[in-house]
């Protein structure tokens, strides 16, 4: 026979909340072998929910140096998004535009028409856009200072993760003392190759702070990731 449920409510009640935690917004990650993750606090969690995030980015290869951005798909999964530079004109301002799953940058000209648009301002005028930063978030590459300036390049798909037989494997650590790292209940998620997506599990009872650990293997992997965590308190 079906139990009946209490009539008491409150054994049902819980606050879920969206932890300040390291990757809450996606980027690259790239480069064989294993990282530990910046520490937050997980102090008085009853459980928590993890999101392993993959996500399609493009990764802009141009002459010269510090100028090189990420371009990552804000949504987990396959998308049809596709990103170009463009220069051209005279004394032309930098803008953002899509139209359809088609994102330009309008490269910043002088009044000779070459450009003048730095990667640091390609990336905070994506990210500032109303529209556009719906859909796609940028960075600097690593290594980069974004001081350089900009080239133009046709549209391209955002694709990914990249590299020969990539690898990701993903490890929940968790402290209940002042030195020791656990292994969190529910970890690991399962490896991860070369198809994007999500993967949410849920972890046990947390100590005060967690980490999350990844391992990159493969010939020159890169992925381009988020992890939310949503804690759920009593």
Do not use: C
């Amino acid at each position: 026979m079906p139990v009946r449920a209490p009539t008491d409510k409150r054994a049902y009640s819980d606050t879920k909340e969206r932890l300040d935690a390291p990757f809450n917004i996606p980027s690259v990650v790239s480069g064989a072998g294993a990282v530990n993750g910046t520490a937050f606090l997980t102090d008085e969690a009853l459980y928590a929910e993890i999101e392993l995030r993959l996500h399609e980015f493009f990764q802009t290869a141009m002459a010269g140096a510090n100028n090189d951005i990420n371009v990552i798909a804000r949504a987990a999964g396959v998308s049809p998004l596709t990103i170009a530079f463009v220069v051209a004109g005279l004394s032309t301002p930098l803008s953002i535009a899509k139209v359809a799953d088609a994102i330009t940058v309008n490269v910043a000209t002088n009044g000779a028409g070459a450009a003048i648009s730095t990667a640091a301002q390609v990336v905070a005028a994506i990210n500032a856009d109303a529209v556009a930063k719906e859909f796609i978030v940028a960075e600097l590459q690593a290594g980069n200072d974004g001081t350089g300036i900009v080239a133009a390049f046709g549209a391209t798909a955002l694709a990914g993760p990249t590299g020969a037989a990539p690898t990701l494997d993903v490890v929940v650590q968790t402290m209940f003392d002042d030195t020791n790292w656990e292994t969190a209940p529910g970890s690991p998620f399962p490896q991860k190759t070369t198809t994007p997506g999500y993967h949410r599990k849920g972890f046990g009872i947390l100590g005060w702070q967690t980490r999350i650990n990844r391992t990159l293997g493969g010939t020159t992997p890169a992925y381009a990731w988020s992890t939310p965590v949503f804690a759920h308190r009593s």
